[in-house]
């Protein structure tokens, strides 16, 4: 699958920051064949022939592949970072914060799905330091939705007796679009984005804007 027709949502290529044009070819590569095959099934060969290199190449620009996955690892979870502290971050109710939040970031895990795979479910295969780095961003990650849920029960606007599970389940439904969302189907990564972020306004007792954010992703089927 290749990851450069997964801009249908609207995001901008992760892998811009990567260089030189080898190094961030062979990254494209090991991304396409990591959700393909999955890390452990995957080779060195396999990634440098989808990259049209030798193996040899490879191995100037990254020691292992490992190191291959942690650089996806860090990438993805730094833009998931990003997209939801700009929401949180915003002017705005927490609902309407909330509801940015859970739609952009359900967005990019549809929009960015076979990169979304690798760096949401390829995490057992890194190393200690390495998992430990990428579970410190996955917690700051928690804590920015958090932070939205509990400015929402503070305000009096959500009815939420357990914001850390209610993150949690948030979180959850977010990240499992990549696991099932196919660009042929129904909705796009924008509608799907819309129909979560007010599923997530009902989760927390907003119930009047939710159905507002409901109906603006609603589709023909």
């Known amino acids: ?15 811009d920051e990567v260089t030189p044009d080898a190094a961030r070819r062979l990254l494209v590569a090991a991304v396409e064949a990591f959700a393909e095959r999955g890390y452990h099934a995957t ?3 396999d990634i440098a022939g989808r990259a049209g290199m030798s193996p040899a190449a ?7 592949k490992e190191e291959l996955l942690h650089r996806i690892s860090r990438i993805g979870h730094e833009r998931a970072l990003a997209i939801l502290r700009t929401a949180a971050e915003s002017e705005g109710s927490a609902a309407q914060r909330l509801a940015d939040a859970v739609g952009s970031f359900v967005r990019w895990h549809a929009g960015r799905r076979t990169t979304a795979r690798v760096v ?15 579970l410190a961003l996955r917690r700051r990650v928690d804590a920015e939705v958090r ?48 129909l979560y972020a007010g599923l997530v306004l009902r989760m927390v007792g907003a119930g009047a804007s939710g159905a507002a954010w409901e109906r603006s992703g609603t589709v023909q089927t």
């Open 58 to 64: 490879l191995y100037i620009h990254y020691k292992t």
């Open 43 to 45: 080779t060195t060969r």
């Open 120 to 134: 949401q479910y390829e995490l057992d295969a890194l190393g200690p330091e390495a998992r430990d780095e990428i």
């Open 147 to 194: 932070g939205i849920v509990e400015d929402g029960v503070a305000s009096g606007e959500f009815d939420v007796p357990d914001a850390k599970g209610t993150t949690l389940a948030i979180l959850s439904l977010c990240i499992d679009v990549a696991r099932w969302f196919n660009v042929n189907g129904p909705r796009t990564p924008d509608e799907i984005g819309a």
């Open 1 to 15: 699958m290749s990851t450069a027709a997964e801009t249908a949502g609207g995001d901008t290529e992760p892998w």
